[in-house]
């Protein structure tokens, strides 16, 4: 291999690497204020309670795979028993995989994250409420979900879609409590 199309193919690999790596980077905010504008609801709250939500990584469709291909291998051996079948075990599992390709398993777990209920204590930005449901994505690549502590205060800063509210990565406060204040109330 050429030394060139090798600088070629470690520089798509870096590419590929820093994009994964970039999706869940937040910009840089100068102040609270800037940090605000980008969501629908900024308010202060108490972490109630949090449920996690199933993953779904392609176990359960895998599982059934196997219990399919264990019950046709199963009449297979029956069947060679009885004199009826004379394929080689390995044409029975190349004419079981042409027949019934196995499920793709997603690129990455689906699902995951976590609703959390959490009672509002003051709204600095958006609908007057006392208590919402925020939904979170799960931490890291690709979904840049956040978790919150059970019986914890935090800074709600969350986008809201007709009641639903949701926060990620870039949701979690970059600035102190009375700086969001002082941004949000006009000071």
């Given at each position: 291999?050429?030394?060139?199309?090798?600088l070629i193919?470690?520089?798509?690999?870096?590419?590929?690497?820093?994009?994964?790596?970039?999706?869940?980077?937040?910009?840089?905010?100068?102040?609270?204020?800037?940090?605000?504008?980008?969501?629908?609801?900024?308010?202060?709250?108490?972490?109630?309670?949090?449920?996690?939500?199933?993953?779904?990584?392609?176990?359960?469709?895998?599982?059934?795979?196997?219990?399919?291909?264990?019950?046709?291998?199963?009449?297979?051996?029956?069947?060679?028993?009885?004199?009826?079948?004379?394929?080689?075990?390995?044409?029975?599992?190349?004419?079981?995989?042409?027949?019934?390709?196995?499920?793709?398993?997603?690129?990455?777990?689906?699902?995951?994250?976590?609703?959390?209920?959490?009672?509002?204590?003051?709204?600095?930005?958006?609908?007057?409420?006392?208590?919402?449901?925020?939904?979170?994505?799960?931490?890291?690549?690709?979904?840049?979900?956040v978790s919150?502590?059970?019986?914890?205060?935090?800074?709600?800063?969350?986008?809201?879609?007709?009641?639903?509210?949701?926060?990620?990565?870039?949701?979690?406060?970059?600035?102190?409590?009375?700086?969001y204040e002082?941004?949000?109330?006009?000071?």
């Amino acid at each position: 291999m050429s030394t060139h199309l090798k600088l070629i193919i470690a520089g798509a690999a870096a590419l590929s690497v820093s994009s994964i790596a970039e999706a869940c980077t937040c910009p840089p905010y100068p102040g609270a204020a800037e940090h605000a504008d980008e969501f629908d609801f900024v308010a202060f709250g108490h972490v109630e309670d949090v449920w996690q939500l199933p993953v779904e990584d392609g176990s359960e469709a895998m599982f059934e795979y196997s219990r399919v291909f264990t019950n046709a291998l199963a009449a297979y051996v029956e069947a060679v028993e009885a004199g009826e079948d004379t394929r080689r075990l390995e044409e029975f599992r190349d004419d079981f995989y042409a027949e019934n390709p196995p499920p793709r398993r997603p690129p990455y777990p689906q699902g995951g994250g976590a609703i959390s209920r959490i009672s509002i204590s003051n709204v600095l930005k958006g609908d007057q409420t006392s208590q919402i449901y925020l939904h979170t994505g799960m931490p890291g690549n690709p979904q840049c979900g956040v978790s919150y502590a059970d019986d914890s205060d935090i800074i709600v800063l969350a986008s809201n879609n007709g009641g639903r509210y949701g926060a990620w990565k870039c949701s979690l406060p970059r600035f102190s409590r009375e700086e969001y204040e002082a941004a949000l109330s006009g000071e």
